[in-house]
């Protein structure tokens, strides 16, 4: 016979630590945005070294917002599975 287990306390676990990371990164990519506002609003590195900082923390900036974007879907797909996997166990 073969038989699935799932342990929702822990299953849910993992999906809250998920929705953590996306939070943690979704702070990352708000503190990049001020920084390239900064950066672009003095000369604090001079024109060419703020030009390039700029350009690196816009590139950088998507990719968090993308990864952060992705944790939440995985968590929020942990969280409905253990939701269907609990509904169907106790029937």
Known sequence: MNT??????RV???AGRLEA???VLQ??????EI???LLQTTAFVG???GTSVTSYLS???PKIDRLAMKY????QDIRYAVKVWTASTSV
Do not use: C, N
């Not at 699935?4 to 306390?9: F, H, I, L, V």
């Not at 939440?72 to 968590?75: K, N, V």
């Open 27 to 32: 702070a990352v990519s708000k503190v990049l």
């Open 35 to 37: 920084q390239v506002v």
């Open 47 to 49: 024109f060419v070294g």
């Open 59 to 61: 590139m950088i900036k």
């Open 21 to 23: 990371m996306a939070d």
């Open 4 to 9: 699935k287990y799932m342990d929702p306390e």
């Open 72 to 75: 939440r879907e995985l968590a």
């Open 12 to 14: 849910e676990f993992t």
